[in-house]
């Protein structure tokens, strides 16, 4: 490996230890199913310490919760309850062994590598989001040129699956969709099925 090959190689470890430690953070953090202000506070300052960590999912959805917050200076309990719940399913993530910040289902078929466009194409969302409601998330979707629908038909270029998936996943109603995008690639459409992960980062850097 020459030099720029190790460099880039180290820094990547750096990465994931800072995104290691995050997810070690908020593990804590909601270990007692509850936020306290300076819990909140603490964060906010070791995302604003650690821009890397900030920049990519999850800690980009975390420091931009935390951002809402604390902009008016007050944290109301609606807003402790909201990103209590964003940040819970994050304690079940096992990123040590994966390096990859997102739930290893079995068998769920994420296209995730690939170059993905949103822009002008018909995408689903199903499950749970850990970035919001699924109002917020097509809300999202439909500012950065998507276009969010309800069902998996052969308009539909993707199908995003929510974070918060069960290991169960093929017994669910959003199972269900995501056999029928199988379905439709079986029968030549390239629908394509993604993670909320590869959904934020595509969205965040448009």
Same mark, same amino acid.
């Given at each position: 490996?020459?030099?720029?090959?190790?460099?880039?190689?180290?820094?990547?470890?750096?990465?994931?230890?800072?995104?290691?430690? $995050?997810?070690?953070?908020?593990?804590?953090?909601?270990?007692?199913?509850?936020?306290?202000?300076?819990?909140?506070?603490?964060?906010?300052?070791? $995302?604003?310490?650690?821009?890397?960590?900030?920049?990519?999912?999850?800690?980009?959805?975390?420091?931009?919760?935390?951002?809402?917050? $604390?902009?008016?200076?007050?944290?109301?309990?609606?807003?402790?309850?909201?990103?209590?719940?964003?940040?819970?399913?994050?304690?079940?993530?096992?990123?040590?062994?994966?390096?990859?910040?997102?739930?290893?289902?079995?068998?769920?078929?994420?296209?995730?590598?690939?170059?993905?466009?949103?822009?002008?194409?018909?995408?689903? $969302?199903?499950?749970?989001?850990?970035?919001?409601?699924?109002?917020?998330?097509?809300?999202?979707?439909?500012?950065?040129?998507?276009?969010?629908?309800?069902?998996?038909?052969?308009?539909?270029?993707?199908?995003?699956?929510?974070?918060?998936?069960?290991?169960?996943?093929?017994?669910?109603?959003?199972?269900?969709?995501?056999?029928?995008?199988?379905?439709?690639?079986?029968?030549?459409?390239?629908?394509?099925?993604?993670?909320?992960?590869?959904?934020?980062?595509?969205?965040?850097?448009?």
């Amino acid at each position: 490996m020459d030099n720029i090959g190790a460099a880039q190689a180290m820094a990547q470890r750096q990465n994931n230890k800072a995104i290691e430690l $995050l997810l070690g953070m908020v593990t804590g953090i909601v270990a007692d199913a509850h936020l306290h202000d300076m819990e909140i506070k603490l964060l906010r300052s070791w $995302l604003i310490e650690n821009e890397y960590a900030a920049s990519v999912w999850p800690g980009s959805i975390i420091a931009q919760r935390i951002e809402h917050v $604390l902009a008016d200076g007050i944290i109301t309990e609606e807003e402790r309850t909201h990103l209590l719940a964003t940040l819970q399913p994050l304690a079940a993530i096992d990123f040590t062994g994966t390096g990859c910040a997102a739930p290893q289902v079995a068998g769920l078929p994420l296209q995730d590598e690939d170059h993905v466009d949103l822009r002008d194409k018909h995408i689903c $969302l199903t499950g749970e989001f850990i970035y919001g409601t699924r109002a917020a998330c097509e809300r999202l979707s439909v500012a950065h040129g998507a276009i969010p629908v309800s069902g998996v038909t052969r308009k539909v270029s993707f199908l995003v699956v929510g974070t918060n998936v069960s290991p169960q996943w093929a017994h669910t109603s959003y199972g269900r969709k995501i056999e029928q995008a199988m379905e439709l690639r079986q029968d030549g459409h390239p629908i394509r099925v993604i993670s909320e992960r590869r959904w934020t980062e595509v969205l965040m850097t448009v």
